[in-house]
């Protein structure tokens, strides 16, 4: 299993530019999110999803948009970027397990500046 | 609103060294996790607590969860250089499976 993959591993865009980060798992997880890492902070939820073709915003969904049309695959797509969004993102996976064990598994992050 | 606190946020030792790092809430949590963060990588889950007042451990690493369950400590003895990393507590969001991050630990173990 590869388990969780993001792509690309880092990028920079101009101020308005579009992109969207891709995230791919291979575990048959149902629940799966988007994170932002800045400096010195912990994570902040963007977006999450509890299976195909269901999302939710997280704590900071602004600036940001998802979808899920299959298990596998929870692209996060930045219309407009602004400088406010430069920052570490993870995605991550998680199942369902004993009560209180969503336990989450990470890919490797993308680094985004927008300059 | 749920926080966690993690303290301290640097710390800085010598190889062979014991240290001890704190997550702590005025909420409680029904269960916390530890996540260690490499550089240039994901977090990586190390252990779950679930009862209150439960230890856990991982070879050098000792994990306690308050009896109350608003708090955690992680214990390491005899640091080595490849503990270095950032160490995050999570736990669940109001007992959904949305999780909240502490700030973090900066472990940097010096040969």
């Known amino acids: 299993n590869a388990g969780v993959t993001q792509t690309p591993k880092f990028r920079i865009l101009k101020i308005g530019q579009s992109m969207t980060l891709q995230c791919t798992q291979d575990?048959?997880?149902?629940?799966m999110y988007w994170y932002r890492q800045d400096p010195g902070m912990g994570l902040k939820l963007i977006y999450y999803?509890?299976?195909?073709?269901?999302?939710d915003k997280g704590e900071v969904p602004n600036g940001y948009n998802v979808s899920r049309s299959t298990t596998e695959d929870f692209p996060l797509r930045l219309e407009l970027a602004a400088p406010s969004q430069t920052s570490v993102y993870f995605c991550?996976?998680?199942?369902?397990?004993?009560?209180?064990?969503?336990?989450?598994?990470f890919g490797p992050g993308t680094r985004l500046t927008v300059t | 609103t749920q926080l966690l606190e993690q303290s301290p946020q640097f710390l800085s030792i010598q190889e062979g060294e014991n240290l001890t790092v704190y997550c702590n809430s005025s909420?409680?949590?029904?269960?916390l996790q530890w996540y260690r963060q490499e550089p240039g990588e994901g977090p990586v889950l190390l252990v779950t607590v679930v009862t209150g007042g439960e230890v856990k451990k991982l070879k050098r690493l000792t994990f306690q969860f308050g009896d109350a369950r608003k708090d955690s400590s992680l214990h390491i003895t005899a640091a080595q250089p490849g503990d270095t990393g950032l160490y995050l507590c999570?736990?669940?969001?109001?007992?959904?499976?949305?999780?909240?991050f502490g700030s973090g630990t900066r472990l940097l173990v010096r040969p």
């Open positions: 999803s509890v299976g195909a073709g269901i999302t």
């Open positions: 991550a996976s998680s199942i369902p397990g004993a009560p209180q064990r969503y336990e989450q598994y």
């Open positions: 909420s409680v949590f029904s269960s």
């Open positions: 575990m048959n997880h149902n629940y």
């Open positions: 999570a736990g669940p969001r109001d007992s959904s499976y949305k999780l909240i």
